[in-house]
């Protein structure tokens, strides 16, 4: 990895600092310093678990823990030290790519906080997060490397698609379920109601913000300094693709354009170009986003109309079903994509990341509750748990009261 690269790297906390502008202005005011500051503990807190525990499981470039399979040695888990005492920090690239997975994983931290906004008490968000750095997210990050067991297979993702944006969506549909619905979400006859995010411009700003950030998320991952060209191209494509095609979705579908899901269009075709950014030809770029706007905008209805789950800001839909479609999408596009290796990796996470997720939050639930008492989210979740509103000069949830 390439000095330059470092200054690619470093813009990476853009896309943090895009997708939290996104999220806070997807929620109601009353709970916008708090989704803001579970977002920087979420990311603080996975990006120093990483360090501390997470990398050794992920591994530095080496083999690691090794199975005997079918005669072939299968690399299941790295072998690193504590603190990153396994890196060497003489001029390898060994501290670039560490840097680069800690912001990755403090990406994927902050996923979940979307779909639990509103009603998810900050100590639980802190540990949750811990959980994905130290565990989900170092192990499956080493599958997914040159050396685990997926590498081995052919399973690419460039950017992070899957280890980073599907793990991150897959652990917030893991905290909506034990979350359950908001208050009055759902009518008794299980339909749900509207609840709109309080500002818009946080919601555009935010997804152009992203793009920065991911930029620098796709460039890095490109091995290959010829090919960045093309990487930023496609990763611009895709972005540009998504926002358009969920546009012309909401357009046809409810008879004028809605901006927050034509945003979360823009963020989905980042996150579906995300595997195949340096391997794709523009106009394939341009399909993966098209095909990635309007799979949201149905993924967000069915997610919460058929199924139930109150997703706030579209999390699940934006990070895992465009992340899984990002990682198909490479195997059908990219001249060296093997479709069964993709096809792996998404099983993968489907039958072993989902469920260990799953069970590792479930657990952290019965010794740290995640859900604040109902007159906390009565009261908004800046009062009851900041102690102060994120706009004190307005009245922020009058017609809640007024219903009760």
Not at 18 to 39: D, E, K, P, V
Not at 217 to 225: I, K
Not at 249 to 263: E, H, N, Q
């Amino acid at each position: 990895m390439p000095t330059d690269s470092l200054a690619l790297i470093l813009l990476i906390p853009l896309a943090l600092a895009g997708l939290t502008l996104l999220n806070a202005g997807l929620t109601r005011s009353r709970n916008a310093s708090h989704l803001m500051l579970a977002s920087m503990c979420a990311a603080s807190v996975a990006m120093l678990i990483y360090v501390i525990v997470g990398c050794s499981f992920a591994g530095s470039g080496e083999a690691g823990h090794v199975l005997h399979v079918a005669g072939r040695d299968w690399s299941v888990l790295g072998n690193g030290r504590l603190f990153a005492r396994s890196i060497n920090f003489d001029g390898s690239v060994g501290p670039y790519i560490l840097l680069l997975q800690m912001f990755s994983v403090g990406l994927a931290a902050l996923i979940p906080v979307a779909s639990g906004a509103e009603r998810w008490r900050l100590a639980a968000v802190c540990g949750s997060a811990a959980i994905l750095a130290a565990i989900v997210y170092p192990v499956f990050a080493h599958w997914v490397s040159d050396q685990g067991w997926l590498g081995q297979v052919g399973f690419l993702d460039a950017g992070g698609a899957a280890s980073t944006q599907a793990l991150g969506g897959i652990t917030a549909l893991c905290v909506a379920w034990l979350l359950g619905s908001r208050q009055n979400k759902f009518t008794a006859e299980g339909i749900p109601t509207a609840m709109p995010g309080h500002n818009g411009t946080l919601v555009l700003f935010g997804a152009f913000l992203a793009l920065v950030g991911w930029l620098g998320l796709n460039l890095a991952g490109t091995h290959n300094s010829n090919l960045l060209p093309l990487a930023a191209i496609n990763t611009v494509l895709a972005a540009a693709a998504g926002a358009l095609g969920a546009l012309l979705t909401t357009r046809f579908r409810f008879g004028k354009p809605d901006a927050s899901l034509s945003a979360n269009g823009w963020v989905a075709g980042l996150v579906a170009i995300s595997a195949s950014a340096p391997y794709v030809k523009p106009a394939a770029a341009i399909l993966i986003g098209l095909v990635a706007g309007p799979l949201v905008v149905l993924a967000i209805e069915l997610i919460e109309v058929h199924l139930r789950v109150d997703d706030p800001a579209g999390a699940i839909s934006v990070h895992a079903i465009g992340g899984i479609w990002g990682v198909l999408a490479l195997s059908m596009f990219a001249d060296h994509g093997s479709f069964l290796a993709q096809l792996l990796g998404i099983a993968t996470l489907i039958g072993a990341v989902l469920p260990v997720s799953y069970g590792l939050n479930f657990l952290l639930n019965r010794f740290v509750p995640f859900r604040v008492q109902p007159s906390g989210e009565r009261q908004g979740m800046d009062l009851s748990e900041l102690g102060a509103n994120a706009y004190p000069e307005f009245v922020t949830h009058r017609e809640d009261f007024m219903r009760r």
